[in-house]
Every structure is written in structure tokens, then in C-alpha cells.
């Protein structure tokens, strides 16, 4: 099944004999429909289900005994398929018979557009036994725009419908209306950290709007094909035929506060002049003309905020992220990177030859040297791994911005960051955390355990740090009751790493992402030089959705040490070692960076 059709009804059995006849003459036939009865009423419900089973189509309904709204009922039907496009229907329309073709072929010839929409007219349901079925000429939407100060708003609304023989090809937009719009699976699951088409939160109204500011956000493009129509009762002239209520109008100026403060930024005050005008125009209008309702909104807007610094951040998160092109195919199912500088062993290439010539998948070793000046690393590594990518630098640039520069060398479908200080204890461990990200989707990284050269596990995965966790490492504080009790918390002490298990960060010494991940994060944070860059890379990808797991039943070998900490005098330590110096700095640019923003945390209530 190439296309989902999801359909949300709330006693809209009048209108479906025109939709479902409309549906049964469309010329692109590789769909299935997904029907949601969302609170009608038990004749209502009885009447679908009889002119659905009469249509003749293939279908599926779901019913809700209350009205859920227009998201969450979405979201619902989302879940119920996996289909790679998904098509949006409103009860009070209807196709034209190439509608779900044009689209769909729009979408297949533009892989960097998530959302497409056609030229949507208004029809005249009145008129609907007329000769042209009530079709008009004039425009329901042509998409969704954003104006000087700020205010989205359907293009063309209200205006004639472009002629079709005028419009050859499809026009860039903000976004498409939530009338009959066409998304891209693969761009919803990008755009949003709840794995739905919409923001869940939003019950109904501007919930379009959210979801085309941050498929725009993540990089993704929309369009209008013109040539694709379709018809849709809303409004006809200069009043509604279907008044909005008080709940309605409540709830389009909730979301509009919520939209506000999920997307906002000060230079928009640069691009849209006009906002602080529109906002303050808007709310001196209701609060003179709905005080009650005016300051409800408010109310719950203010309940609500720290769900808003969330998803805040998430979007703030969706700017840094890199979409890629469309890709090649990968070269390997693996790419394993490590990045060394003077620390190349025997034993770890010897036992990363070994893993590779058992696993039963592509697997490419890349090693990346930061100029060491104590071995012939090309040499040492093709002795014992003829088939690796060396990349030679010309300088030590840590160990983030190092394996950037090696996993760009491979195409691959993961990527393991190992480091050279380990060695592959256990046969198939490859495999393993890659069967593991294939079986688990919603999974953007996996971590095996580390464990000593005396079998002792060590405490890799943890909570996210307060400002002050250096000095309960690095101080005698650290010694101290609440020292201790800091330690024990961030370092999960609490959990017996026998089970797998949703945690905030791993260390980066062994940490395997699928490239779907790894390319939406542009790999690591190049500004951290040592350390931290982990944490940050841990916290990106919560950020953006997916679960982090450590998988205990995966063990490698690792001889920890850490290079900041080789020197007990604290003065001569920051003196003398650039480690502790580049610890230092990282964690001032962590803090900095991420300083009064929610943690995605994997444990909320037992957060450090």
C-alpha cells in the first residue's frame, strides 16, 4: 500500500455518499481507507458503516465513543499503517478523479517535498444536484501563507480558482492547509518528536499551520499543484454556511499562542515588522470583546509551559539538524569509525578484524588519526585490515569533529563510534547492534556495555549533569554525603544494567546510529573538542524523538582511562594537559549552549 486515505467523521453521513463516489473514481488505485468515527451518534455511526460497506472499497474504521479532535484522531489513524504517503480527507468533500494521482506524482518527482496540496474550490452543497455537482469557482485554499505581520492565512481564499490551462506546474508554499493535504511519512517522523502527523496537543485549528513550520524548520519543502482539484464546503460568500462557535474560536486563538511560542524568534521581528502590532491588535481584541475567554487561554497557556519549552527546544533542535539529499545507496551495512592519536593497539585491530570477517554483514572499519607521532598508523592498520579507510590528519581536532570527518568517508547504513582503546569480546556484535536498530525503529542510538579487562561493568550510561558535576569528580566533594548521593544518581547506580533500558547519555566510547539519525544530527557538535560532545550528541537525539538505549546483553572490552585526569595536581593538571584544559572548556560550552532549556530526560522524575 502506497498511500493511506484517513478520514475523521462526526456526523458527516450526509456528505459521504459525494466523497466515498469521488473516492471510487480516482485513477490512482494503490490506497487503502482509514476511517475514525469521532463521537456521532449510534444512527449516524450505523448509517457510515452501511454506506461504507456498500462503497465496495478496501477500508478500516476505528470508532471513539467521544469527539477527540481533529489531531489526536489523525494521530490515530496514523498509527493503524505504514504507508509511505498519507492523503487527509474532510468528510465535506470531494475528488476530482486525477486528484490522488497528481499528487502522488508530484511527491514521487520532488523527494525534498513533504506536503502537497491541489487547487481546493468551494462547493456549494446546496447546489449539489445541479449539473456541475455544486462545483464553484471559487477558491477554498491554495495553500497557507504568512503575511508581513504575521498572520497565516489561506492563499487565494475567497478568489477565483486558477484556470488549469494557465498554471503548467506546481508553486512553492509555507504549507498546505489541514483541507485534503498530501504528507510524506518519512518527513512527518522528522518533523516531530511524537511520531504522529500533528502536534497532539492541538485538539483542532493551527495545527496545520504548527506542522508546516517545522516540516519548513527540518528543511522539507511544500507546494500546490494546481492541476489537482477538488471541492470543499466551508464557506460560500460572505458569511459561514457552518458558524464557528465559541469553543472553536477559543481554541484557533489557544493554538495561535501556542504556535507563537513553540516558533518564535527575534528575527522574525526583522522579517514580519508588523507582529508586535497584529499580536497586540489581536489581544485588545479579546480581551474587550471575550474577557473570560481571553484570559482562560491565557491560563491554560501558562499551564502548558513547560510542554512549550519542549517542543521549543525540539524546534530549536530542527534547526541544527542537517536533512540530507537524497543518498545513495549505503556502501556498507557499518561503518565502524575510531579515531586514535598515539593509542593504536594490536589488540584492538586484531580483535576488529576478527568481528569483521565473522559478521554476517558489510562491515567498513575507519580509522582517523589525529597526527600521531609515535606509529606509522597506515601501516600498523593495513597489516592487520587491509580493507580500511585510514584518513590522515594534519592536527589533533578531537575526537567529535575527527569522527565527522570519518564517517563521511563511508556510505553506510549505521555507524559505530569505537574507541581504539577497545577490543570485540564477543562474536556478532556487529550484528547485534545493528539487528537491534533495524527491529526497533524509533530507536536513534543504541549503546553496548563496557566492561574492564577484569569483567567489572563500568558506569557508561547516565543522567543528564548538573553544572556542578565536575566538582563531585575532580573535588573532595566528591567524598562528601551529597557528593555521593550526586554520584549515585547521575551515574544510575540504582540500575543493574541487566535489562535494556531508556537512558539520557552514553559515553561516547561505544555508541552505534543509524545514518538516518546520524545525517539529520550532522554527526557530533564540532565546537566540543573533548568531551561533552556525547552528552550533546545523547541529548540531540532525544530531542529529536527517538529512544536511547543501552543494551547490556552487547559487551566490549575497554581499557577506561581518562586522559583528563593522568596528573592529580589540579593546578598542573589544567596547566599541563590540554585533556583537562578541553574538559574545561566543554563543559562551559554544554552549559552554555543549553542553559535554561528542558533535558529530554529518559527518567524524568529521577533526574539528577
Known amino acids: 500500500m502506497k498511500l493511506a486515505l484517513q478520514l475523521v467523521l462526526r456526523d458527516g453521513a450526509v456528505y459521504l455518499p459525494y466523497l466515498l463516489d469521488s473516492l471510487k473514481r480516482q485513477s490512482f488505485r494503490d490506497w487503502k481507507l482509514f476511517v475514525l468515527d469521532n463521537g456521532s451518534v449510534a444512527e449516524e455511526w450505523s448509517t457510515v458503516q452501511r454506506l461504507l460497506a456498500d462503497s465496495g472499497l478496501p477500508y478500516e474504521t476505528v470508532r471513539e465513543a467521544v469527539n477527540t479532535g481533529f489531531a489526536p484522531a489523525h494521530d490515530r489513524l496514523f498509527a493503524l499503517h505504514d504507508a509511505e504517503f498519507v492523503q ?244 556498507a551495512d557499518l561503518a565502524v569509525v575510531s579515531v586514535c592519536y598515539n593509542e593504536l593497539d594490536d589488540r584492538y585491530l586484531a580483535s576488529l578484524a576478527s568481528a569483521i570477517r565473522t559478521a554476517r554483514r558489510r562491515i567498513v572499519p575507519v580509522i582517523v588519526d589525529n597526527a600521531s607521532d609515535r606509529m606509522q598508523v597506515e601501516a600498523l592498520v593495513w597489516s592487520k585490515l587491509p580493507e580500511a579507510v585510514v584518513v590522515l590528519r594534519d592536527g589533533n581536532y578531537g575526537f567529535g569533529r575527527s569522527s565527522n570527518r570519518g564517517a563521511a568517508e563511508v556510505r553506510a547504513s549505521n555507524y559505530l563510534m569505537l574507541n581504539p582503546d577497545t577490543a570485540i569480546i564477543e562474536p556478532g556484535t556487529f550484528d547485534r547492534l545493528c539487528d537491534w536498530l533495524d527491529t526497533h525503529p524509533n530507536c536513534g542510538l543504541v549503546a553496548p556495555r563496557l566492561v574492564g579487562e577484569g569483567g567489572t561493568t563500568a558506569e557508561t550510561c547516565r543522567r543528564y549533569p548538573k553544572w556542578y558535576a565536575p566538582l563531585t569528580q575532580r573535588t573532595s566533594l566528591g567524598h562528601t554525603a551529597w557528593g555521593r548521593n550526586y554520584s549515585d544518581r547521575f551515574l544510575m547506580r540504582e540500575y543493574d544494567r541487566q535489562a535494556p533500558r531508556e537512558v539520557d547519555w552514553v559515553q561516547g566510547s561505544a555508541m552505534c546510529l543509524p545514518a538516518r539519525v546520524w545525517d539529520r544530527l550532522g554527526g557530533f557538535d564540532d565546537r566540543f573538542w573533548l568531551y561533552y560532545e556525547d552528552i550533546d550528541l545523547c541529548r540531540r537525539v532525544r530531542l529529536l524523538g527517538y529512544d536511547l538505549t543501552y543494551l547490556p546483553q552487547v559487551a566490549i572490552m575497554h581499557a577506561y582511562g581518562r586522559a583528563s585526569a593522568r596528573i592529580r595536581n589540579h593546578l598542573l593538571n589544567f596547566l599541563r594537559s590540554r585533556a583537562t584544559r578541553g574538559h574545561i572548556m566543554s563543559w562551559m560550552r554544554y552549559h552554555l549552549k543549553w542553559r535554561c532549556q528542558p533535558e529530554p530526560s529518559a527518567d524524568a522524575d529521577a533526574r539528577p
Open 88 to 331: 487527509l480527507l474532510n468528510q465535506d468533500a470531494f475528488l476530482e478523479p486525477d486528484f490522488l494521482e497528481k499528487l502522488i506524482n508530484h511527491l514521487a518527482a520532488h523527494p525534498g517535498c513533504a506536503a502537497v496540496s491541489g487547487a481546493i474550490g468551494r462547493w456549494d452543497f446546496d447546489g449539489r444536484d445541479a449539473a456541475d455537482g455544486g462545483r464553484t469557482d471559487r477558491a477554498d485554499t491554495l495553500g497557507i501563507a504568512m503575511t508581513w505581520y504575521g498572520a497565516v492565512h489561506d492563499i487565494g481564499a475567497g478568489g477565483p480558482l486558477p484556470r488549469v490551462s494557465e498554471v503548467a506546474t506546481a508553486w512553492p508554499v509555507l504549507g498546505v492547509s489541514g483541507c485534503l493535504p498530501m504528507y510524506r511519512r518519512l518527513a512527518l517522523l522528522e518533523a516531530g518528536p511524537w511520531r504522529t502527523i500533528f502536534n497532539p496537543h492541538y485538539f483542532a485549528y493551527k495545527e496545520d499551520v504548527d506542522l508546516s513550520l517545522r516540516l519548513e524548520t527540518a528543511g522539507w519543502t511544500a507546494a500546490t499543484v494546481p492541476a489537482a482539484r477538488a471541492y470543499h464546503r466551508r464557506t460560500l460568500g460572505p458569511a459561514r454556511t457552518l458558524p464557528w462557535s465559541a469553543v472553536a474560536r477559543r481554541l484557533s486563538y489557544r493554538n495561535h499562542l501556542w504556535v507563537l511560542a513553540t516558533h518564535w524568534r527575534p528575527r522574525d521581528l526583522l522579517l514580519r515588522p508588523g507582529m508586535p502590532f497584529y499580536e497586540s491588535a489581536k489581544a485588545a481584541m479579546w480581551l474587550f470583546k471575550a474577557p473570560r475567554a481571553f484570559f482562560a487561554v491565557w491560563r491554560e497557556t501558562w499551564r502548558a509551559r513547560q510542554r512549550l519549552r519542549r517542543e521549543r527546544a525540539f524546534v530549536r533542535e530542527l534547526r541544527r539538524t542537517v536533512r540530507p539529499a537524497d543518498a545513495e545507496e549505503p556502501e
